[in-house]
């Protein structure tokens, strides 16, 4: 039987914890089986456009991190209820096929075994009578494979449906869109009570003793070192969360005291490369010399601040505020 690493992490962020899990399938060859939580987080899928699947005032009031992943499907929140697991294997050269049950198919055990009736559902998702408590993600890196996903266990789904509640005439654009699915809570369905802590520590001991294991590990105070430059020079950046967002259009339309002021745009990079405004305001200047000057500006809100900081924008929008303007932007 091969080796397997069983790490539990101790970290609740997010750009340390996907840094870590990059690290190991890139970096190392080792066989993974790893849990870990994060902080409340919205994680993008790879392929998603950040701003059409955020709710970006409530992201930024409730102070939400947001987040890549280098995984394909849909935008999720994490918060300290969801426990999130991962599985990274060394595999045969052209035995690339998707299998996600392979992957899944202990956890439904572990849940089962609990007396929660949990199943294999569609592509990739775990359910309960119906309704979602896993979704999972996997990708390919030369001959090893990355299987996660996250496992609703005590979340706020409150706050889930907040976070990702986003008006979809805003954007348009080609990129992977979300499926929203009804959810429950695993905790919800348990014979006896138990907390996120045991739950977690319970699913790491079974999956261990499935493979005749008993040794849990920690990252070393090396690869910790090389996961904390990762996720400092990648995920941290907005140049990663946002700017390697598809190019797409913007819609938008707000109500001022100076009057409705709309703005369609084109966003390249995560940086505006073509805008209009319209509406019913009134301005002494075209408002075209506005925006020569915020071409080629990163779409977010300290950029954006700053780029209209010397600029008297009731020259163009008539008894309208820098920060009217940087919300019509940026929300």
Not at 267 to 280: A, C, E, K, P, T
Request: glycine residues 6%; without cysteine.
């Amino acid at each position: 039987m091969e080796q397997i690493r069983y790490i539990s992490l101790n970290s609740t962020s997010p750009y340390h914890n996907l840094a870590a899990e990059e690290y190991l399938l890139q970096q190392t060859k080792d066989n993974v089986f790893m849990l870990w939580q994060n902080a409340n987080t919205i994680v993008i899928g790879r392929h998603q456009n950040t701003a059409a699947e955020i709710n970006q005032e409530y992201v930024e009031s409730h102070h939400v991190n947001v987040i890549r992943r280098q995984t394909g499907g849909g935008a999720v929140f994490h918060d300290i209820g969801n426990l999130n697991f991962s599985f990274i294997q060394n595999i045969e050269p052209g035995n690339k096929g998707i299998d996600f049950l392979k992957y899944l198919q202990p956890i439904v055990d572990a849940l089962r075994s609990l007396g929660v009736p949990a199943e294999f559902s569609g592509r990739n998702d775990l359910v309960i009578d119906g309704k979602k408590i896993s979704g999972n993600a996997m990708m390919f890196y030369e001959n090893r494979v990355l299987e996660h996903g996250t496992l609703l266990f005590a979340s706020q789904m409150t706050d889930i449906s907040n976070a990702l509640k986003v008006d979809p005439t805003k954007f348009q654009d080609k990129a992977v869109k979300s499926v929203r699915s009804r959810v429950t809570n695993i905790s919800e369905h348990l014979p006896h009570p138990m907390t996120v802590s045991e739950f977690r520590e319970y699913l790491m001991n079974f999956i261990m003793k499935q493979n005749q294991m008993s040794d849990l590990q920690n990252l070393t105070n090396e690869e910790e070192a090389i996961v904390n430059q990762l996720a400092k020079q990648k995920y941290e950046t907005w140049e990663w969360n946002y700017g390697k967002s598809p190019d797409y259009s913007m819609n938008k339309k707000i109500r001022t005291k100076g009057g409705t002021v709309q703005v369609i745009a084109d966003i390249r990079d995560g940086h505006l490369r073509d805008l209009q405004f319209y509406g019913d305001f009134f301005g002494e200047k075209d408002p075209q010399e506005l925006i020569n000057q915020l071409i080629g500006i990163r779409l977010d809100k300290t950029a954006l601040a700053t780029a209209l900081a010397n600029i008297n924008i009731n020259d163009y929008f008539h008894n309208v505020t820098h920060e009217d303007i940087v919300n019509l932007l940026t929300l």
